[in-house]
């Protein structure tokens, strides 16, 4: 049986602009660059130019109200859809003009350079072997097969399979594999061409000339022991190899020369660099901390006067037509946008400031002097009530912006930590622990490494009482491994 019944429900909704404004504040500079070049491309009323002022505009915004044009009431605007004309919520905020920059910013620019890929380097190499057309086609597939470290992570069978179905060359893995080892293998930078790690050292040691005892030994080692000598199980190898401990060392010493990733060792000018382009810079002025935002790139935004004009001009035509009536809309909704996505800018950048002016003076200690003991514990919370906004809004800024220093550039998130207590009631940051935990590792005497039960006694003794678990968890987060694995002759 049908019934129906009356119930009262609140729900909390973001609103659009809200949606875009936490959008742009989570965007790093570079990337807001580019979602302002979009805008603008998007948006013929949104343009690049010198301040334009609120009242030059008032005349047309007073008639703005709740999506209604004044003098024009029987324009039907409920079946118009703003998501339709401003996709996945992009829905900017509004104002007329921003300017993202201050006079004194210091103008920087990136060199780009030209020149050839690691894969054309090897094809290059390839055509110095003598190969008929169809091997050399199969050689140069095989080559755009190998990754930036130089390395086949493929089956050689699925080569095979690709090699009929896209290029329409049958062959089998034996050929494959053959012009890998005789041609590819062979080229520069040696060790390219390799399917794990092991034969990556193998073909490295094989091509050494003169070929010594030693590297006889090292070349016995990858190929017999490989798994022990991974595991540092120097011992075992000693009594297998039948060799002492002085040629065990050399040979490891020649094993370590190697390099484990052949390709990144290409020289070639167009080697893909990451650029870091720090969002924050802050500077010592006089014993003062001075912050700046980086808004060098970014152009100033106003409305476009056209648009504004065009407006006006269909306001005061008395008849209008259908088309007439649908460009008002039109005009309305790309001037209401630009507007939206001006103020949401403005807003960005009030937050930004806001948030890492509270960092700033938060840890005022550190950036004064650089020294990491000085990194109060820190969490999102501490700052999001300092500054009266939520803890999402600074987890955004933080989590993907760069600040400059004098000390460096480094990740904003990185200076949060958690807090420990040491024995004296104090709370130190977690960072502080590390950097001890790190400190410890790197004097310790390493044929005898210390184990995470001897390291969480050290620690104890200088008095940080923390468990032997925290101790393996911050170890993993150092990228130290176990002291097994860090052990030499």
């Known amino acids: 049986m049908l019934k129906q019944e009356l119930y009262l429900k609140l729900q909390q909704k973001l609103s659009p ?44 915004s007073d008639t703005w109200e709740d999506g209604e044009y004044e003098g024009e009431s029987n324009i039907d605007t409920s079946d118009i859809n ?29 060199p780009y350079a030209q020149g050839v890929s690691f894969i054309d380097f090897l094809e290059s190499q390839l055509r110095t072997f003598r190969l008929d057309e169809e091997e050399f086609l199969i050689a140069e597939f095989i080559i755009g097969n190998i990754d930036d470290d130089g390395y086949i992570r493929r089956d050689l069978q699925a080569i095979v399979d690709d090699l009929a179905f896209t290029q329409n060359i049958y062959t089998d893995k034996a050929e494959v594999e053959q012009l890998l080892k005789n041609y590819i293998q062979k080229l520069d930078p040696i060790g390219v061409g390799a399917r794990d790690l092991q034969e990556c050292l193998l073909i490295q040691l094989e091509n050494k000339t003169p070929q010594t005892e030693t590297t006889e030994l090292a070349i016995d080692l990858m190929s017999k022991s490989f798994e022990a000598f991974t595991k540092k199980h120097y011992t075992r190898l000693m009594q297998k190899h039948d060799v002492t401990e002085s040629q065990l060392k050399s040979a490891v010493s020649e094993i370590e020369k190697l390099n484990p990733k052949p390709g990144k060792s290409f020289s070639g000018n167009t080697k893909e660099v990451e650029h870091i382009t720090p969002d924050f810079t802050i500077k010592i002025v006089e014993g003062d901390l001075e912050l700046s935002l980086n808004g060098r790139n970014v152009p100033e935004l106003r409305i476009s006067n056209s648009y504004a004009e065009m407006l006006d001009t269909y306001k005061h035509t008395e008849k209008k037509s259908n088309e007439q009536k649908e460009a008002v809309l039109f005009v309305k909704q790309k001037l209401d946008a630009a507007k939206w996505f001006i103020d949401a800018i403005t807003q960005r950048r009030n937050t930004l400031l806001i948030t890492m002016q509270a960092i700033m003076q938060f840890q005022q200690e550190y950036f004064l002097t650089g020294d990491e003991t000085k990194i109060k514990p820190m969490i999102l919370k501490d700052i999001a009530d300092l500054i009266g906004m939520d803890i999402s809004t600074v987890s955004r800024v933080a989590n993907s912006k760069y600040v400059n220093t004098p000390y460096g550039t480094f990740l904003i998130k990185d200076l949060f930590s958690e807090s420990l207590t040491n024995e004296e009631g104090e709370e130190v940051s977690t960072r502080e622990i590390k950097r001890i935990l790190q400190d410890v590792i790197g004097e310790e005497d390493k044929k005898k490494p210390l184990t995470d039960e001897k390291l969480t006694e050290i620690l104890k003794e200088k008095g940080y009482p923390i468990a032997r678990r925290t101790i393996a968890k911050y170890r993993e987060q150092l990228n130290i491994p176990v002291a097994r694995l860090r052990k030499e002759i």
């Not at 401003?86 to 993202?100: A, F, H, Q, R, V």
């Open 82 to 110: 703003i998501d339709e004309y401003l996709s996945d919520d992009e829905i900017p905020n509004y104002k007329t003009y921003t300017n993202n920059y201050s006079d004194d910013d210091e103008d920087r620019s990136t």
């Open 17 to 60: 602009q809200q949606i875009q404004l936490m959008k742009l504040v989570q965007l790093p500079t570079i990337a807001f660059e580019q979602r302002i070049k979009q805008e603008m491309e998007e948006n013929p009323a949104l343009e690049e130019g010198s301040e334009f002022s609120d009242e030059d505009f008032a005349a047309e």
